[in-house]
Structure formats: structure tokens, C-alpha cells
């Protein structure tokens, strides 16, 4: 490809950009309206209402507390919109606080009283009868009671309080006193946060059983449930770990684990019926600032309403669904002896999940290799696997079976760190080659790599693809997969596994986009091919589907293509700070996001290069983190077919109007609705009825 040409610097400036952080408030916001839409099932809606919970406390865990560590650390570095640390926390508050009494605020006007009308009903303990009370605090002295354990709020010392715990804090007094002493219990962890009655699907906040029988708590003293107010705090989750002096990381990861419990707090969440000496007391000895407190009407952490999901309302949730076997595989499966091997000889193919079977394709594709006494080698990458995963148990298998089986773990994935962790040892203890990835980088990339003997030569079949290897997530994240076993791309990923387990400086890739390596410099000449065909007189086009579009280089070079006159269309899950459908900047670049029942997770990448058309997927998103920080693979799709396939579903996407939210010119998002006359078309019930004519 040619050399990259200059960029004009006027493209950089900070007012073309999104901050960061904002819009994935706005992505947020987007789940947010899942919930509130009426078109949405009932239970459906509970679980956006939950997402969103979820959602804002892993934002305030990494992204808040890294805005407040940078303001604590005195660093002055503007973000690339411009803003300071201060000015940053400080819109982030203000988008947020209006947006979390609009949950709240929603759920108790709107969503109990459906549920209510459904027979789902959220007791507050007044409303119940004298013999609901009786049940209850039997269940309290006897389920309950004893897990408890109140501590005293001394004035030299304020108790540990966990991270993301229901607390509740009490107000206890000597019988004829009027001075008040405060304790602080912490809500058990149990089965559900709502406890059942014996009543049909009733329930009562187990936080209010707690509130209400506090004389077994404390004998002998005055406690009422009128001064028991509750609270809930998210700490900074941000593991430390300078890779260049850990002579062993899983030792210090571990220690950074055990000290992640103990970081510093960066949002409290407080009951709006909290007197205003007890919130100024939970700021102080807290150590926050005012505007870290968000003050909750109704009930605290609604990520808990995902256990009300499954109740018995087949009517009020979306229909079960249940993934297909690939039509290149169902023969397969059928006849004996024939192998996924077989099957991939056969030419490329594609799997799309949750669509199509993750089992019957990318699990079967490692179980068969490892029971195949013809398979010499297992080479794979892990970054996020599920709890009991098959496919960790089938690559122990593999070692059982005396095959080579290399596994590179990232240790350093987000919140799923101790889990990774013990799978490591479990995979060391079978006798798998287990590397920890290379220091200073992620390994995010998703492939596998099976060396199998035929004749006197090595066949290497593989599996590039945009997800994890999780059989769980796999169920409800929208990824893509390509089985093949071309050699051009077989020796790229044979150079990439040493690359990765050995010592190796290999750049030089035949096909795949390797970051940090070639695939920055690949995506911006790529960019830059389609303004000089568009110029030589070609209709040049871009689609790009990812889950977030931050890099400002990649971004300026698209404002660019648009400039050129290149018709660009992004669809971009989550974040994206470019500005769309700007005059003279970004007329011709539209953006939409996609939320739906199924999480977004693909990235496709399409160029139309003067007619000869190229489509790439993998696992990078457009941002700095993948492009320079992160060992990521990006692929080409060879097959004409295939090329095609990618091309009708990121058409399809593109003509969601239901699901589909436009990123407009003054960085809001508008959802999409039909037109008059025009039918709702919705991607994902579309690829769904591709298997399952019945989800049409």
C-alpha cells in the first residue's frame, strides 16, 4: 500500500470530538430506554432497568475513579475534547444524576404498579398483614439473623464498608435517652434480595425485613425502622500491577486483588429519607465530596431486579431462544465419521452467534481436536471463558491425550481476574503450556489453532472470531466467527502464537492486521485508498461495525474520506466520539448504535476499494487501547460467498427501525421509528427468523 499522506491539522481540534466518557453515558442512556419503551415486554423491561444498574457501577469502578485518581495525582492533561479532570467529573455527574432519578423515579411510578397489575407484587413491609409479619420474622430469626453481625460507629473508627454492598445504617438509643448512637449492618448476601411469601409470587425487600426487626439485633436498646436508613457505596476497582518488576504476576495480582477491596470510594448512594447530620457524617468519614452522593428514592441497587426476570410470565418476557446448528454442519453431525475437520476442507466458512450454535461449532471444533488422535497441536487464546467452560476442559483433555496444547491466559482481564486465575493453574496442573501474555500488553485477540496430521503433510485449521470463548456469553452476545484452513493465514497465525509464547519480533504479516504491529498503519492506508478512488472518479464506501470508536487518528482520517466526498456508514454499539453529520466536517459519515436483546459484540469492517470489495472481522474496536495497547487480530474474509454474507448483514443492521438509534449532529441520539406504511424491522428478530421462521 501507498505511504500515509499528511493530515490537515485543523481535522484535530478538540470541539470535533466527543468526550469519552459522555457518550458512553449517552450508550447508556440508550439501554436505559430499552426499559422505558411500552414496546418493550414487561420483564424485558426489568432487565434494562438492571443492566443499567450493572452497567453505571462498573463506569464508576474504572472510568469515574480514574477521572478522580487523576484529580487526586494533580494531573493536568486535557482529555482529547479538551476537558480537565475537574471539568470532566463534573459533567459527568451532572449527565448522570438526572438520569438515575429517571430509573428510579420510573420504577416506582411506572414498573411496580404493572408488575402489580400483573400479580408480581414488591411489598413495602407496612402494607403487609399481621400474619405476613409473622412469617417474615420467623424467616428473619432464623435465615437471617444469625449471618448478621452490627458494628458500633465508634468516632475513632468507622467500619470497613465492601464494595457494592446493601449497608443499612441504624440509629440506636438507651431506653429513656435521647442520644443516639449509630450502627452500621450490612444486608446479607442471599438466595435473592426479595423475599418470597408463601403468597404466589409476592415479595418483600429483605433490607425491610431487617429495618423492622432490629430489636433482635439490639436487645435491650430503642431502634425503629423510621431511623434506618439505607446505603450503598462503589470503590475504585482499578488493579495497579507494574508488570516490569512482578517477578511472578499471579502473585501480584492477587495482592492487588485483596487490595482492590480496600480503594478509595467514588460514589455513594444513600436513601433520600436519610436526615441531613447522618449524610454529612457518611460524607465525612467516607472521605467524599458532596457531589459524589447520589440520594435514591424507592430501592437502592436495581441491578438486584435481574432475579425478578425469571418469574413464571412466559407472556411478559421475549420468547426463549435457541440457537441453530450451522447449515455446513448438520450433515456432519449426522454422518459418522465425518469431523469438523471435514466440514472446514470443505472451504471457509462463518458462524454467526447467538444465531448459530457456539456449541455444535467453535466448542465442538476444540473438543474434536482434542480427542482426535491425529491432532498433534492445540495452540489458543483465553481472555474471558465461562465458569464451568468446556472448552478449558476439553483443552485439558487435549493435554491428557499427550498433544502439545499452548494457552495463552490474560490474567489482566477486567473484573474476570481471580477467575482467570484459577482456570491457569487448572490448565498448568494438566500439563498445557500456560503463558500470561507479554508485558505491557493485553491479549485480546480471539483464534485458535489446531496442527492435525494428513498423509505426510500438517494441516493447520483455525478459528479467528470477535468473541470470547465462553459458551455462556455466547448465548446473548452477537459475534462472528471464520473457520478455515488456508495456509497464507495459517502461517500468520503460526507466526503470531511464537510471537506470543516465545521470543519474537515477526512484523511481517501476510494477511491478518496484527496491532500493535501493522494494523493501525493498515486501517488508516485503507482509509486512505478510499479517498484516492473516490478522487480518481470510483463511489467509494465504508462500513465499519464495532463496539467503540474512540481513536482521534482514526477519526481524523474518516473526517477526511468524508471531505473527499466517501459515503461512510458506522455502526457503533457504545462509545463513539466522533461527531456525525457535520457540514464540513462529517457530512457524509452517519452513525447508529444498535440495542437490543442481544449485546452487539461484532466488528465487521467493509471498504469497497474501486469495486474490488474487502471485508475484515476480528477482535480490535477502533480505539487507542486495541490499536496500540493490545494484541489484537483482525482478518480478511477470502471467500466471495463470504464477502457477500458480511456485506447483507451489515445491510441489515443499517436497515434497523426499531433497535436502531442515529447519532445526530449536536451528539444526541434519536431513536429510529418506521414511517408511515413502513414495517418495523428489527436486525436481530431478522437473523433469528433466518433459522427460526417463527421469530419473523
Known sequence: MEPLPSRPPELTKPEHLINRELSWIAFNQRV??????????????????AIFSSNLDEFFMVRVAGIKRRIVQQIATLTPDGLSPETELLAVQQALKPLVHKQHDFFGAVLRPELSREGVFIKNYGELTGEQRDYLRSYFRERIFPTLTPLAIEPSHF??????????????????SQERQLARVKVPLLQTRFIPLPEAMVFVPVEQVLAHNLEMLFPGMVASPEECYEFRITRDAELDIEEEEADDLISALQQELRKQRFGPVVRLELSDRTPPEIRAELIARLEIAETDVYDIPHLLGLGSLMALTGLPLPEHRLPDWRSVTHPRLKKFLAEEPLTIFDAIRQGDFLVHHPYQSFTTTVQRFIE????????????????????DSPIV???IRAAENNKQVAVLVELKARFDEANNIIWARKLENAGVHVIYGKR????????ALVIRREGDHLMRYYHIGTGNYNSRTARFYSDLGLFSCREDIGNDLLNLFNYLTGISRHRDYEQLLVAPVNMRDRFLQMIAREVRHQRQGYHSYIIAKMNSLVDPEIITAL????EAGVNIDLIVRGICCLRAGVPGLSDRIRVVSVIGRFLEHSRIFYFSNGGSEEVYIGSADWMPRNLD???????PIQEPGLVRELKEI????LADNRQAWELLSDNTYRQRQPQEGEPEMSSQRHFMSVGRPEFA
Open 32 to 49: 436505559l430506554s430499552e426499559g422505558l419503551d411500552p414496546r418493550t415486554p414487561l420483564l424485558e423491561r426489568l432487565k434494562f432497568l
Open 159 to 176: 467500619p470497613h464498608v465492601s464494595n457494592l454492598s446493601l449497608s443499612m445504617i441504624a440509629v440506636v438509643r438507651e431506653p429513656n
Open 368 to 387: 474434536e481436536a482434542a480427542d482426535d488422535p491425529d491432532v498433534l497441536a492445540i495452540k489458543q487464546t483465553l481472555y474471558r471463558t465461562s465458569g
Open 393 to 395: 476442559h476439553a483443552l
Open 440 to 447: 505491557g500488553l493485553k491479549t485480546h485477540t480471539k483464534t
Open 559 to 562: 473526517y477526511e474520506a468524508s
Open 629 to 635: 495497547m493490545r494484541v489484537e487480530v483482525i482478518t
Open 650 to 653: 451489515l445491510d441489515i443492521v
